[in-house]
Structures are given as C-alpha cells and as structure tokens.
C-alpha cells in the first residue's frame, strides 16, 4: 500500500482481470517493526489461547443481500452479554444475531430491519454496558436498538452527514449515555443523549447538547472511548491523535501523558499518513491502529508511546517473501490473484478503511487482516501465532470477537480455570468466535475451535440463510424485460464486429454458454454503449481490457441497471489466447467491461465469465496490445471502439 494512500479519493472498484504473478511479486509476512532482545511469553498461555479459534479455515458463514460493511459483538464483562452480534450492509440492512447456546461456533439470527433505507450502514457501535446498539448511515440518522429485547427504541436525526459513531458510557454509570458523532468533512463532533424521545417536541428534534469544533483541525475520521480512563481518543485525516474527557472542559484527562510531545502521537502527521482502524483493549492499557499506508501499531494508552509495529503494505509482503520469511507462502499464480486484490483495495478508499484491527479479551493478542489472512500475533513474544482464512482466497476486512462462555455465568479467577475440580471444568468451556467481512462478500465469516477435518464441513459452513442464494445477483430480478422477451433479443446473433481507430476485431459468440454475458454485450452493442469507450487497461502477454464508458476502470453498468451473476462452464477455458471474457471486481459483480486475453490465462477459469473468441482480427489485439502504458497501464494513446456491428446467422 502505497504511503499516500490517504490521498485517494476513488470510491468505486477498479474491475479487471488478474495476471498470474506480477513483476517482482513476492509473499508477505507479520513484518514486525523490530525484534524484542529476548523471546517472552505470555503467563497462562495455554488458558488464553484455548480462548481463540484453532481452526485456520472458517466454519460458517452467513448472508446478508447485499456486501456487508459492518459487524459487532456485545462486549463481554458487560453485565448484560449474552453473545449478541450485529451486522450491517450496504442496503441498510441491520440483523441481530445471538451466540447458539446448542452448536460451537456457531449463532443464531434473532431479527432483522430495514434501519436505512439504500443507504449503506456505516458503523454499529454497542454501550459499555452491553443494554443498547446504535448504527448510523449517511441517510442522516443513527437508530438505537435495546439489545435485549432487539426492538428500536429511537431514531436521532442529524442535519449533517455522520462519518462514524462512539457511544460513551462510564462503569456503572448506566444512565449517563452520550453518542458522539464525527461531521463528514468537517472537524465538528456533535455530541447526543441516544436515548432522548423527541416523539412530543415541536422544534424537530432536541440535537445535540453540545458540538465541539476545537479538538482538530482536520476533518475528524474516528472516535473510540476508553471507560478504564474515562477518555475518548479521537482522529483526523492529517493522522493527529487526541485524548479528551466527554464532559466538562472536553480537555486532556489527568491520568494519561502531561505532555504530548513525550508521546509517539505526532508519528502519523509527521509521516503523512492517517489511522484507517483503532480499537482498545478490554482492560483499557493499550490501543492500535490501522494506517493509511498498512501499518499495525501498538500504543500504551497511558503514556501514548508505540510498543509494537508491524508492516503489511505491498512492499513489505515483496521483501519477506524474497527473503523467505513469510508466514505463509502461497503458490505465484495466487500470490499474484491477492496483490492485485491488494492493489484494487489501495484505490478503494471506503472499503480500505472497513478494515479493522482488535485485540483479544486478555489484550495479549492482535489480530488484523492482511493479503494472507487474519493474522493473530502475540504481542509478547511478537510472533505470529494463527494465520485464519489463509487458504481461503478472501480478503477479509472488519472483525469482531466473542470469547464468552455461554455455560458460564459465574466468574472464574485463573486459579479456578487451571483446577482439577469437575463442575468447573464443565462450566470453563470455551466457545471463541472471530467473525469477519470481506471484499465484495455478502457473507460474513466465522473463525472457531474444531478438531476435524474441512473435508467433514465444506459443503455446509455456507449458510443459505436468505430467501434466494449469493450466486445470484438480486438487481436482474428488476429488469423490465421479460425473459422471453430477452431471449427474442440475441436469437440468431452469432457475431460482433469492433470498429476500433487500429483496426476491426470479429468476436464469435457463446450464449449456449453464457446467455446473460452474451445478451448484454449484444443489446449494449445495439444500444451504442461501446461507441467512442477506449481500450484503458493493456497488459502485454496479458489481455486488453475495454468496455468503461468512464475510461477509468471502475465505471460501467449491465443492460439490467446493476451486476449480474457468473456464468462458468468447463466447456470455455481460459487456455488460448483472443478468449473474451467478462471483467469483474469479483464474484458476481458483472458490468460492461470486457477483455481479450492474448496468451493462455488458466488461472482465470471460474473467475471471469467466458462469452467468446476472436475469429478475425487478431492483427488489431495484438497492435493495441504492443502500445506504450503507463505504471497504470493506461495506454499512453489508448485506441477506441467507433462503433459495432452484429452478425445473425445464416
């Protein structure tokens, strides 16, 4: 990742094919900032990581209908925890889900609802004390739910665009609650009483009991509270860090650091760089951060100096595969398939910056998602313990734990865990649950303890718990088509010609094969939509790639108005030069970008969906291919489409 990351302002994902290894492609690893003088270990190891999965594959997952942006967990120690998860998508959907009391490692869904109405839940933020749950959207409000009884207790309405959500609640203070909001672009928070019923007032709304404007002065990007020292931490886009007490003067609490200046705070300005993700440790005495250039650093909260760094940018994963060190070595062909993921995801900056880091309950583990997996490191020893999801090809985003123990309702002191004594035993067992989102995934995942095999669970952890299943795309459900009258459409096309400004290109057509590929890109073709697009991706002994009207990669719609589904066969491989095939920004998320591949490209069977192949014309790939491209493999002078024509069969 890139040390400006912060500086991209793209919010679409760049579709295209991915070659097999790019140049000077290596592995990654935990990259640590530097090595302890001595290995230490944790006290009562064995106890806190039987409190973590051990099951590197996943074990269930579940859906939502659209991409999932969020996922929480009740806090544990609460008070109130019973294993309550909330996940939010990019549909506004908000589901409650609850730790399964019957099944390890599994939930059950409780309730869902519509809190945001096409418009995507940015953040879902529980109470100290486990009672309530708040989500937020740009749709201009947050929605307060009563954990226990799942039911929405209020609606806070904002005259601004929120950016992210903090609820502050000291211990045992369960009537004080304040929710502090950030401004989109701006350095105003606007701090609420979440649990206000406006529902008899006749001035829309109480608003906020007081906005502070002072604490930065960048546009804020996130705020965490610590009850442990009654401090929130909050941070902007220039990566400045701040403490502040939510009452009274709002300033420095007096437990914490005297001068800043002693701190490693400055770090991320001075660096140019910003904090993504920022998470504290249940007993409050560390926090870390997420950066804009993928670094994981490790604070004490006290003293706010940095205990651990670790590096997982692209350069990084480069240098500790060259030198042989990394933690997991993946073959060239998929090594390459997760850089350009990687690299897709630095463009993005909203889906960058879903990405989250957390510790485990004992605050003796971080975990964070990398290109390889979920890592989980042992801050003492600083030593990559588990790598979760590494064989699974997904590129995990936000996360979320649950270490409680559902049997369990009595505390249990280490002396008591490390007995012999039968009943504690029993009530001691553990049911840890990592969940996790991902890139383009409308599931969310989870990691936990399993002794068998994957073979014994493959073919179920995919829940089908939505009324239609993730293989189809729910937007081609609102085509105004028919589909006889869709197959009336593209009977008899057996051909296209592209007019380019280097020459013509005659694509033979496959819709026994891929009738929704072939259907668009002919009805695009008669609808003029590739008229004037140019070639904007040329990767030589690769593929040209086309069919954005914006030029950029990242735009472009399907004739149904959204995505389609994949369509795969193993009668079309990718194992000839001149294949057409579908480009996408993952599974299922088919527009109007094409390519032509021109040499054999196995690693991109069922990936990208195969439509057709270049009977004439292969003179004119090739001389697009040959052109000058920049570092972005841009052409130089990229060619275009003039215009198309379609052949029907004799």
């Not at 609606?155 to 211990?171: A, E, G, Y």
């Amino acid at each position: 990742m890139s040390a400006k990351h912060d500086l991209s302002s793209s919010e679409d994902e760049v579709v295209g094919p991915v070659p097999d290894a790019v140049n000077g492609i290596k592995d990654g690893s935990t990259g640590e900032g530097q090595k302890p003088r001595k290995v230490r270990r944790v006290r009562n190891e064995k106890l806190h990581l039987a409190n973590l999965p051990n099951f590197e594959p996943y074990t269930r997952s579940y859906l939502h209908r659209a991409p999932i942006t969020v996922i929480a967990v009740q806090p544990i120690g609460s008070g109130s925890d019973s294993g309550f998860v909330v996940s939010g998508s990019e549909d506004g959907f908000v589901k409650f889900w609850k730790k399964s009391t019957q099944e390890q490692g599994d939930v059950e869904f409780v309730k869902q609802y519509l809190a945001h109405a096409d418009s995507p839940v940015l953040d879902a933020v529980f109470s100290t004390d486990g009672k309530y749950v708040a989500t937020v959207s740009t749709d201009r409000t947050a929605k307060v739910f009563d954990v226990t009884n799942f039911d929405m207790i209020n609606i806070v309405d904002f005259k601004f665009v929120p950016r992210t959500i903090c609820w502050i609640q000291r211990p045992g203070r369960h009537d004080e609650n304040i929710i502090a909001v950030a401004e989109q672009d701006s350095t105003r928070i606007h701090l609420f009483d979440p649990l206000y019923n406006d529902a008899d007032s006749t001035d829309n709304g109480a608003g906020p009991f007081k906005v502070l404007a002072a604490i930065h002065r960048r546009p804020v990007a996130l705020i965490k509270y610590n009850p442990v020292y009654d401090c929130v931490v909050s941070t902007d886009e220039a990566g400045m860090i701040e403490y502040w007490q939510p009452r009274d003067e709002y300033q420095k609490p007096t437990s914490v650091f005297e001068l800043k200046s002693d701190t490693n705070l400055y770090e991320f300005r001075k660096a140019n760089t910003r904090p993504v993700s920022l998470t504290i440790s249940a007993n409050g005495k560390r926090f870390a951060v997420i950066t804009s250039d993928s670094k994981i650093v490790v604070f004490n909260f006290q003293t706010g100096k940095k205990i651990r760094e670790y590096d997982e940018c692209l350069q990084a994963q480069v240098e500790m595969q060259s030198g042989g060190t990394a933690v997991y070595t993946p073959d060239e062909v998929e090594f390459g398939r997760r850089i350009a993921t990687e690299r897709n995801l630095a463009l993005n900056d909203s889906l960058f910056n879903r990405q989250s880091v957390i510790f485990d309950q004992s605050g003796h583990y971080l975990l964070f998602p990398t290109l390889l997996g979920i890592k989980v490191v042992e801050l003492a020893s600083n030593t990559c313990r588990l790598l979760l999801g590494k064989e699974e090809g997904i590129r995990f985003l936000g996360l979320a734990s649950y270490q409680g123990q559902p049997r369990r309702k009595n505390i249990m002191t280490v002396e008591m865990a490390a007995s012999d004594n039968a009943l504690i035993t029993d009530s001691k067992e553990k049911d840890p649950i990592i969940f996790a989102t991902a890139v383009d995934k409308n599931r969310f995942y989870l990691f936990s303890r399993f002794d068998g095999s994957l073979a014994s669970i493959k073919s179920q952890r995919d829940a089908f718990n939505e009324t239609i299943d993730d293989d189809k795309d729910l937007s081609t459900k609102k085509s105004s088509r028919k589909p006889e009258a869709q197959n009336m459409a593209i009977a008899g096309v057996e051909s296209v010609t592209l007019h380019t400004s280097l020459g013509d290109i005659k694509i033979a057509l496959f819709p026994e094969y891929a009738p929704l590929a072939v259907e668009n890109f002919v009805m695009h073709c008669k609808d003029g939509y590739y008229d004037n697009i140019i070639f904007h991706r040329v990767i030589k002994n690769f593929m040209i790639q086309t069919g954005d009207p914006d030029g950029q990669g990242t735009g472009g719609t399907s004739i149904w108005g959204s995505h389609f589904r994949d369509e795969f066969t193993p009668h079309l491989r990718h194992d000839r030069p001149f294949t057409v095939s579908m480009a996408n920004a993952g599974k299922n998320t088919n527009g109007s970008q094409f390519f032509i591949t021109t040499a054999k490209t196995p690693w991109l069977d069922d990936k990208h969906s195969i439509f057709g192949r270049v009977v004439s014309g292969t003179d004119t790939v090739r001389s697009i291919e040959s052109l000058s491209t920049n570092r972005r493999d841009r052409p130089d002078d990229p060619p275009a489409i003039l215009s198309t024509t379609i052949h029907m069969s004799k």
